[in-house]
């Protein structure tokens, strides 16, 4: 960690804004005083791995050469267009006042927490739709869901204009697809990936963690565990794409009560190895499983991820 991100942050109630003409406003005067503002989107309910990603905006790593951030906000949004009919928009987990004194903890200046019907007023004639990259992984098993991401980080790029926006690794696909649409779309905005924070144990943190009973919890640490054991057996020479996967999916339908998929992939096309492919040395480990209702992804890059050690048996 740099000094930045180790120095105390002022403790200090961010600004909460809804309307997103008071937003416009409040930006267009940080940006006259020569402001650089960074951004993290989020859907609240926050926790440390959240806090991360305005920590990365503080104090970028050094690798990546990016200036901090010097006025920070945060959006607070569960947004109704990425979750699909059966999800679980309306039990998502929501707690804004929370949300506020945590991110206010971190230094946050602006927490933005408008409603759908500020966000959506004319409803949705135009999306963004990043193709591909979206073919794999989550996107066959949420139909809409990855537009639904890419419309609506690109409508608060649009309203926040930032010079740097972080984002979590643990969304992998995610990540992804948004630096794909930054570049295809050419928005000013320089991307910063964050590495996954997580529990004691090696569960990744996620604000869905809080749907699962004590004894699904205590099972859920299973994917990192597995994806742990596929990253040993990778580093330990085990480079058939066939053998790495069945291990991972058999370790992880183990622990879990059904998996959406276990893959070994390309981390740039995101696409997976197959059969008798030789894993190369960079490989994407990636997980979504589900228990007790409640569903799960994970992953982890070889070469660039630390495996979750803790959580190896
Ligand atoms: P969400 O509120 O789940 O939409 O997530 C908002 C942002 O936080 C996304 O960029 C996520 O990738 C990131 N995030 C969520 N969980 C973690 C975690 N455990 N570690 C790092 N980043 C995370």
Redesign the pocket.
């Known amino acids: 960690m740099s000094d930045v991100a180790r120095a105390p942050v002022p403790q200090r109630a961010p600004r909460t804004i809804v309307d997103p003409a008071e937003l416009a406003q409040a930006l267009t005067e940080a940006r006259a005083a020569g402001e650089r503002i960074g951004f993290?989107?989020?859907?609240?309910?926050l926790?440390e791995?959240?806090l991360?990603?305005v920590d990365a905006l503080r104090a970028p790593p050094p690798s990546t050469g990016l200036s901090p951030a010097t006025l920070l906000v945060a959006s607070v949004f569960v947004n109704p267009t990425q979750f699909g009919p059966n999800e679980d928009l309306a039990r998502y987990p929501r707690d804004l006042e929370g949300d506020r004194q945590k991110l206010g903890s971190r230094g946050v200046h602006i927490v933005f927490a408008p409603t759908p019907e500020l966000m959506y007023p004319q409803g949705e004639a135009t999306r963004v739709r990043v193709s591909q990259l979206t073919d794999h992984l989550c996107g066959p098993f949420r139909p809409g869901h990855f537009e639904g991401v890419t419309t609506v980080v690109a409508k608060f790029f649009g309203m926040i204009g930032p010079c740097l926006a972080?984002?979590?690794?643990?969304?992998y696909q995610?990540?992804a697809v948004l630096r794909r649409m930054v570049k295809d779309l050419h928005f000013p905005v320089e991307m910063l990936g964050?590495?996954?924070?997580?529990e004691a144990d090696g569960l990744?943190?996620?604000?869905r963690n809080a749907y699962l009973s004590a004894t699904d919890r205590a099972r859920a640490v299973g994917i990192p565990r597995a994806i742990s054991q596929a990253l040993r057996a990778h580093a330990g020479g085990e480079r058939r794409a066939g053998t790495l996967r069945a291990e991972l999916a058999r370790n992880v339908a183990a622990a879990m009560d059904s998996v959406d998929y276990a893959e070994v992939a390309d981390p740039d096309t995101l696409q997976p190895f197959e059969g008798d492919a030789a894993v190369p040395d960079r490989a994407l480990f990636v997980v979504a499983a589900r228990i007790g209702g409640t569903r799960l992804i994970d992953n982890a890059v070889s070469s660039e991820d630390s495996p979750a050690t803790s959580a190896v048996p």
Do not use: E, I
């Not at 972080?166 to 969304?171: A, L, Q, T």
């Open positions: 993290v989107p989020t859907m609240g309910a926790h791995g959240h991360r990603l972080s984002f979590g690794r643990k969304d995610q990540l964050v590495p996954t924070c997580r990744a943190m996620s604000s």
